[in-house]
């Protein structure tokens, strides 16, 4: 019994898997700050999801989804990406 288990919140790991081709296509900026801004303005915009798995265990989310749920999600990031780029907060560090 030395297994061991931690819970994941896998809305991250969905965002995450969405996030990249939705910033493409809005021709935002895709810098490092941008894409942390809209991952954590759309994580607060959903409630997170957590799952136990094993340490190590790779999960496939995506893929388990509801369409109902995949939309959510891609309303969700659209609103966050709108939010950052038209206020984008890259240039404070530059
Ligand atoms: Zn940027």
Not at 13 to 38: H, N, P, W
Not at 46 to 70: D, F, I, K, S
């Amino acid at each position: 019994m030395n297994e061991k288990f931690i819970s994941n919140n896998v809305m991250e790991q969905i965002v995450d898997c969405k996030l990249k081709g939705l910033m493409e296509l809005s021709k935002m900026c895709t810098c490092e700050r941008c894409r942390a801004d809209v991952r954590a303005l759309a994580l607060n915009d959903l409630p997170p999801r957590y799952v136990v798995t094993r340490v190590g265990e790779v999960m496939t989310q995506c893929e388990l989804l509801t369409l109902q749920r995949q939309i959510n999600i891609t309303i969700s990031i659209m609103r966050a990406i709108k939010i950052v780029s038209q206020n984008p907060r890259h240039s404070d560090e530059i």
